[in-house]
Structure formats: C-alpha cells, structure tokens
C-alpha cells in the first residue's frame, strides 16, 4: 500500500489500519513521508475524524516515535497530572509538593505556553537556577532525591508530536480532537506514569470553548488512558475567566506559594485540591480522608516545605524574593459600575503575551515580570474608576493606551450579578 | 486574513473569496505559501468541493499566473479542443488537419501522457522532427504558416497548475472534481481559443469511471467556459475499452494517417467526426453540411495535404516510412471462444507504458515504436488462439509471459455477445 492510497483512504471516510497508522508516524519522524502528504493526511483525519481505535493506535505509534521513560516500573504509584491549558492556570506548581507531602510521588511533562496561556514551564524558568529534567536519567534522579519531578518535552519524547504539531499550526489541523488527543497522549505514555489525573478546561479562555466539546475530549482521553492501562481520572474545570487572578510567570509562581502557604486564591486552591484528592483516591485513600490529609498539608506547612525540597531537587533557588518584580505597574479602571458579567480569558492571556508573559512566535523570550494582575472577576461589583487589572510591565516597551482599552474590552460590566458557574463540571474515569 | 484562516474555512466547508483564491495560487506560484499549506487547502478543497463561483475564480487566477496568448485575438474563429484522456485515443492528430481543411484555424495544447493513458505530445515526438509551439511567438507562427498549432505546455502556461498538480500528486487529491477542472480550463483559457470542443471520456478505460462523473465534469467544464466567454460544445463519449485499436505513439499516428486518407477505424473516424462537426457548428456550418464537409474533406485528400502541412509546419517530416516500427511483435492468444464482453482500457493502457509506450515515472522515455495492437473489440466473436492482442516489443527488455497474462486478463470473453454501447453518450453546450 503506497502512502498516496493511506490517504486516499482517510480521504473517503475510511479507517486506517494500525500498521497504516505506524507508517504515518514513522514517516513523519524519519522524513521519508513528505511534509505535503503529512498536511494532507492531517487535513483528511481533521475534516474525516478517527475512530477510538485509529485513535489508540496514533498514540501508541507517536509514543514509539521516541524513548519511553517507564517511570512506573522505577517508581511504582507515581502521578502523572495535565491540564488542556488556560489563563492563570497554576495549578501544577501546587499540585506536585501537595500530592508529594501527602506520600504520593509526582512526575510532570511540562509544556511551554501556547497560543494565549502561558505554560508551566516558562513559570518554572522563572525560578533562578531551575532545570526541568530533560531525559529519564534526569527524571529518575530527581524522584529519587525529592519524589518528584518536572520534565520538559525534549527531542526525545514524542519526536513524532513535535513534527506534526509543527505541520498543524500551519496548516489548520490544530483543533481535531484525535490530533489532540494523540498529542497530549503520546507525551503522556513516553512519560509512563500508571496514574494520570486529566484537567480538562472549558470556556472562554480554554482552547474547548463549549461544555460538550470539552466533555468529547476528555472522553478521549480517558478512552486512551484506560487502552493503554494507565488508571486516569478527568476532571472537567471551569476555564471561563481566568482561574488565577496573577497571570505572568513570577506572579503565578507566588500565587502557588500562597496557597501552599495554606491562604492564596480561592479558585486555585479549590481546583488543585479537587484534582489532588483524585491523586490520592487513586493511591487507595478515601475521598472525605484525602481532602483532609490535603487541607492540612496546606495548613501544617509540609506542602510548602515539599515545594522548598522540589525546586533545589531541581538546582532551583526556592527564594521568593529572587522572583522577578515587574519594573511598573499600570492601573485599568473601570468605565463604569456594575457587576462583573464576563471576563474575557483568551482576550487576557492574548493581552499578557503582548506585555511579554509569552510568546507571539517560537523563538521569543518569556519575561518572567511581565504579566497581568486580575482585580475583580465575575460576580464581584466595581465602582467607576475602580481598578479592574494592574498591567505589570517588565523589559517590553509597550504600548500602554492600547494595552489599556485592550483590558477594558475583556471585561463586561452589566447591572445584575450573573449567573455562577461550578468549578468541576464533571468527573470522568474511575480512579478507586 | 492569514492563509491559516483561509485553510481553516475550507476544512469548515465555507466559501472562500476570489482575493483568497488568488492569495491561494500566487502563493503557489511564488513559493510563498509552504507546500503543506497548499497540501492542507487542496485535501480540504478535495473533500469539501468548491462552488461555481470558487472554481471560477481558481481557473482565472490559475491562469493569470503565467502568460496568455490571446490567440482569438490574432485568429479570430481558432478553434482548441481537448480529450480528458483515454487509451487509443488518437482524435487530436486527425481533428486538426480535418478541421483545418474545412477553414476553420486550430490551436490544440498538447499533453504528455498520464496514468495510463498516452499523451498526445508523446504521438507528435514519434515524427521525425516535429517542434511543438512552446510561446506565443511560435504559436502565432506556426498558425500563420499553416492554420493549425499544436503547442507544448511550457513553464510560461499556467505555472500554478504544474506546482499544484504536483502536490496533488501525492497528496491523493488529483480526483477532486473542481481542482480537475481548474487545471484543464487554466490552460485552456491561457491559450485563449475563441471557441472549445471538449471530449469528456467515461469508462472503464477514462479517468472518470461512470457517466455520471463525467457529466458532472462536463457540465463544470462548461460552467467555466461560458463564464469566460469561451463558445464551448462538450461531448462525453465512450471510452469502456481502447477508442482506436493501436496503442503507443508511432502506431497510433499510423492509425491517424489511416483515417485521414479515408479509411481507418470506424470508432476512432466516427467520434473524430462528431468532434469536427461541433468545431464547424461552431463557425457558423449547418449541422448536414458540416458532416458533408467534413467526409469529402476526408475522401478527396484534403485532410491528408492539410496534416503534411501541419507537420511541416512544425518542423517535422510527414513519411509515414520514417515512423517507427516494433522490434519485433508477441501474438497473445484467446484462452477460449467466445464473445469479446469487455475490453479493460486502463489495463491495457498500463500494459502499454509497460511495453514502453507510455511513462512509469517522470523522466522516463517514451519509446515510440512500443505498444499494443488490439486485434478484437467488444461484440465481436473469437475463436480459442485467436489473436487478441500483438504486444509490439521495442527497445526495453520485457517478461513477455507476465506481458501475455497481463493481457489476457484485460479481456473478458463470454458465451452471448454484450449489449451495444452508443459513442456519444451526451452532449452539453450551445455551440450554435
């Protein structure tokens, strides 16, 4: 079967076998299936879509496309946790040291931000002398010192995801579910956790802007997990405004501290505690138990002092006062008053990148100061001239008037209180 | 609106504007779009389709981007005509001398062989000397010196076509009905002929299968002609088995020559003949007296004198002794009597560039002295050894076994004679 026919296949509707699936892969990480026929198989897969099976098998062949790290046979037990990206998402920077003081040893793939969030990785650059691990020796050596560890996707995992995630952003194939799926799972089995707790994000600042899309995904994923034996559980989290109010690498590394600290915001703290407590159900703890064993890691101290031993596992300097400090910081007023109806996400997190908290092409430095302060969010009420968010500026010159009505525009004030959304949409999985 | 966008509305199934289609081909041409992007839009354009006014758009810009001759402007009433391919099809070289010797001046861009069909610029490079017109300049010249133009698509015509077929190429997209039409039309109208009779092949032997396919292509066809104010009549006639019983390129200018001295095949005389009389229609014949014309022309020798003239015109020897004959001739017997059922035209047109009459690759030499020399159609009774075929042997080394089986197998030989199939199935247009 020439390749042409594979995507001749794919083309008409029709399912493509796993040896068919594995040329693919192969081809793409050898090059010795061109760039062109790649687009146009991601582009008949994106408009035709893919079987749970076709799925599984894209998985499997991007994990083979590189090393496996099989963490689970070195450190059996150990938590893999990944969230789809949104604003002001911190989560993972409180999550490890408070799974990690309740006993449950962590492993993290961290991701460089995409689009308008801001990812994990660039947070962690943010703390002097950090160094995610970048191959399995790495990795083993940092569990071993702390029980945990932050790696950074490297050019040997899922070689194959970064060739055709390269070909996507191009080519418009970005948002079909298999493709997504077979990205973020691929990593995910190279990394070779045999837990797996799935933060999928809904709403205006997430990349799945609607409740049941959000819903298809993380079936998928959890479809995927459980195939390959990996016990998972999702949780579908409201990503509608920011979950943060700090978005920026050095201020979100301080608002993890603060709710390690046992205070900080209460969104964050409440979406990292209910994914925390699926780590620890997973271990074998009971749900009301493991909320408790969470709380009082927080408020005892040990969650904090597990992130101290975390970053210098890591070479890091767990200082706060060498977080970088934004060089000023510019006031946004509100126009008028009212309730806070909408905060718009994607806008935000567009609006940071602009300030330098990430990146608008590969290649571009990440300003750990710059970064956006959210004041209000939605339900809250606001006078005229209250402030609605402080532009925190570092080394870009910006333009501030644009950056100001920019900010403006993300927020809708209206004269009612709107609606509450829940935190946890749904629970997908079965991590008992 | 970046060409991500552009790529990401086709692959939603939206319509695309003609400033995008020209950004689309421009890219193409200029090279600054990525080959994946252009993979990524065709595939979304091969699934999706485009509409008429898309595809409108796609012709005119396909034909903008290289140079237009504007031949109806030099030779008011030229007449181009175009076969969508088959096997045996020799129509072109008998069409234009016929045509010409009735008045009526003829301008034909001639293609190399695709697939398994020959090409008819392959048949002309069986003439000792024959120059196709490359440019204007010499299209215009060889028009003034005889009325009759055969020219070669040269990287001046349509350059956007050659990129773009290449990719479809290998990229499973070449069957999409509106890319089929942009990459004949483009280069029809960049000839720029006042006036067009197309043949639209159907059968097992053409590239569209069934009639419906080929009247859907037909009607797009002319759907783009008359939107150019191209005077168009299409015929879609049949090609279930070979059109003329010689295959390969010196043979089949053999069987040209055959019929413009009067005789010749009836299959491949009659549609000729049916083609012609459209051409004359066109200029302004009554129906009867175009026929009239057209079988005097043939039977008195003007169609003969008018091809020397054309041939000479090009540069090329009309002695029919100096065309080249087989190395040496293989007979394949019939395996059984009975009816000739079917001939399968696509696989003795394989068999045929096989033989070396045609190319597996590009960059492969058309041998013209190889091919097949049907000896039985369809309806017509065999004894067991009769002669089917004679593989006629140049100078590639062959598995004449292999060859024989291969040939065999393309004819299906029943107890009861088959159903007639009419030669024209339809015709579509208003060439009056």
Excluded at 78 to 90: F, I, L, N, P, R
Excluded at 279 to 291: E, I
Excluded at 375 to 398: A, K
């Amino acid at each position: 079967v020439s390749f042409v026919e594979i995507i001749a296949r794919k083309r008409d509707g029709g399912e493509l076998s796993a040896e068919e699936i594995r040329t693919f892969v192969r081809g793409a990480t050898s090059g010795t299936v061109a760039d062109e026929q790649l687009a146009a198989l991601l582009m008949a897969i994106c408009i035709r879509g893919a079987s749970a099976a076709e799925t599984r098998a894209l998985v499997e062949a991007m994990s083979d496309s590189g090393a496996r790290w099989r963490l689970e046979e070195s450190f059996p037990g150990v938590v893999d946790k990944h969230s789809t990206g949104g604003v002001g998402d911190s989560v993972s920077l409180v999550f490890a040291p408070l799974v990690l003081a309740c006993g449950v040893p962590v492993a993290m793939m961290a991701g460089a931000g995409l689009g308008h969030t801001q990812g994990t990785l660039d947070k962690l650059a943010a703390i002097p002398g950090f160094a995610p691990a970048r191959n399995r020796a790495e990795a083993l050596e940092r569990l071993q010192r702390c029980g945990a560890v932050f790696a950074a996707q490297s050019a040997e995992i899922a070689p194959a995801d970064r060739k055709l995630y390269a070909l996507r952003d191009v080519t418009a194939t970005v948002p079909s579910l298999p493709l997504i799926v077979a990205s973020i799972m691929s990593k995910k089995l190279a990394v070779g956790a045999g837990r797996l707790v799935l933060d999928v994000k809904w709403g205006s600042g997430a990349f799945r802007k609607t409740l049941d899309d959000a819903t298809a995904l993380a079936e998928a994923l959890a479809d995927v997990a459980r195939a390959a034996g990996v016990r998972t559980s999702v949780l579908i989290t409201d990503m509608d405004e920011p979950l943060g109010r700090q978005l920026g690498s050095a201020s979100e590394v301080r608002s993890a501290l603060a709710v390690l600290e046992g205070g900080g915001e209460a969104r964050l703290r409440a979406v990292t505690l209910e994914l925390a407590v699926e780590a620890l159900v997973m271990s074998g703890r009971a749900r009301d138990g493991a909320r408790r064993g969470l709380e009082s890691a927080l408020a005892d101290g040990r969650a904090r002092a597990a992130w101290d031993r975390i970053v210098r596992a890591h070479g890091g300097d767990p200082n706060p006062e060498r977080l970088a400090r934004p060089r000023r910081s510019v006031a946004v007023p509100a126009p008028r008053a009212g309730y806070v109806a909408s905060v718009d996400g994607e806008a935000l997190g567009l609006l940071a990148v602009t300030l330098g908290a990430g990146r608008r092409q590969q290649g571009d430095v990440v300003d750990p100061a710059a970064g956006i302060d959210v004041r209000v969010t939605s339900g809250e009420h606001v006078n005229l001239g209250d402030t609605l968010v402080n532009l925190e500026l570092g080394e870009r010159e910006i333009d501030v008037r644009l950056a100001t009505v920019r900010a403006v525009r993300a927020f809708r004030l209206a004269d009612v209180a709107p609606p509450g959304r829940p935190l946890v949409a749904a629970r997908i999985g079965d991590p008992g």
